[in-house]
């Protein structure tokens, strides 16, 4: 049940930027409003791990890791949700997913970011 088609990814060097971008389908046109969306990232033998969080209010949320490189965004009409990733690092490296928030059920393909020199 994918409910989100994430974009944008690729390759940069370090410090360069990318920005994520994710479609909620209409599938979840009833949940996305109320609901706090998050953006996740996995690397290869690594679990999946929480990135950022909004809120329906666009209130934020940032794992320590990307404090102040990273700005998490959403756009209610368009049902859209943004990660502007700034000041990339090698470390970054990983799909990144989007997901409303707590729910372990309809990931997408993932955007693939991949930060090397």
């Known amino acids: 049940q994918v409910q989100f088609v994430e974009s944008g990814g690729g390759l940069v060097q370090p410090g360069g930027s990318l920005r994520l971008s994710c479609r909620a389908t209409?599938?979840?046109?009833?949940?996305?409003?109320?609901?706090?969306l998050a953006w996740y990232r996995q690397a290869p033998g690594k679990q999946r791990e929480l990135v950022a969080t909004i809120t329906r209010d666009k209130r934020t949320n940032y794992a320590d890791f990307v404090k102040g490189r990273f700005t998490i965004s959403r756009d209610n009409a368009s049902k859209r949700m943004f990660l502007q990733m700034n000041n990339l690092e090698p470390e970054d490296t990983a799909v990144y997913y989007c997901n409303v928030e707590g729910v372990d059920r309809g990931w997408g393909e993932g955007t693939q970011v991949t930060v090397s020199s």
């Open positions: 209409r599938m979840i046109s009833s949940t996305y409003n109320p609901a706090n």
